[in-house]
T-cell receptor, first 114, second 116 residues
Framework: DSGVTQTPKHLITATGQRVTLRCSPRSGDLSVYWYQQSLDQGLQFLIQYYNGEERAKGNILERFSAQQFPDLHSELNLSSLELGDSALYFC?????????????FGPGTRLTVL | AQSVSQHNHHVILSEAASLELGCNYSYGGTVNLFWYVQYPGQHLQLLLKYFSGDPLVKGIKGFEAEFIKSKFSFNLRKPSVQWSDTAEYFCAAVGARSGSNYQLIWGAGTKLIIKP
């Protein structure tokens, strides 16, 4: 158990819908990263928050947004969903804001868009 | 653009065989390298990392990796694998802090199956 929790584990929805994925970092970690893993592809970095502020942005679509709350949990919002958004979404946390630090991963949320 | 390549997507070995998983990166300057592992049903976890110094890095569970700058490689090795090494292995890299470079870039992963 990494100490990072993600809910829900599985999500099935239809095209055009909006969903929210939730992540709680390890106790004491201030940084939260979101990744997308599509079939047979590596992890694609989406966005990072550190202590409530956006710190780095990767290949995140405009239909996607995220935020980190004062209690440090984070939510990833995916809207106007398309079939191609079906993927495993991972959240990771680390103590500081640098990607040099070890990241601790959650179990992921598997999103299926029908 | 920076990239990380893992050329072997699937590797099948017998127990006690030696393992080498390839990882190549395309960064031009300073680079920091990682290997993460995901065992079946478990979360991704750090196996080992290279920042500087001795290019031969030792990690958990008997794994090691060698940074060869001239070949832009960071291959993962283990002299004798066990059935419990069955997992998916990911190589990742991050360059020096500079704008959009400052994020982990991941390889596609290598699924390793060890036959008992």
């Amino acid at each position: 158990d990494s100490g990072v929790t993600q809910t829900p584990k599985h999500l099935i929805t239809a095209t055009g819908q909006r969903v929210t994925l939730r992540c709680s970092p390890r106790s004491g970690d201030l940084s939260v990263y979101w990744y997308q893993q599509s079939l047979d592809q590596g992890l694609q970095f989406l966005i990072q928050y550190y202590n409530g502020e956006e710190r780095a942005k990767g290949n995140i679509l405009e239909r996607f947004s995220a935020q980190q709350f004062p209690d440090l949990h984070s939510e990833l919002n995916l809207s106007s969903l398309e079939l191609g958004d079906s993927a495993l979404y991972f959240c990771a946390s680390s103590v500081r804001d640098s990607p040099y630090n070890e990241q601790f991963f959650g179990p992921g949320t598997r999103l299926t868009v029908l | 653009a920076q990239s990380v390549s893992q050329h072997n997507h699937h590797v099948i070995l017998s127990e006690a065989a030696s393992l080498e998983l390839g990882c190549n990166y395309s960064y031009g300057g300073t680079v920091n390298l990682f290997w993460y592992v995901q065992y079946p049903g478990q979360h991704l976890q750090l196996l080992l990392k290279y920042f500087s110094g001795d290019p031969l890095v030792k990690g958990i569970k008997g794994f090691e990796a060698e940074f060869i700058k001239s070949k832009f490689s960071f291959n993962l090795r283990k002299p004798s694998v066990q059935w419990s090494d069955t997992a998916e292995y990911f190589c990742a890299a991050v360059g020096a802090r500079s704008g959009s470079n400052y994020q982990l870039i991941w390889g596609a992963g290598t699924k390793l199956i060890i036959k008992p």
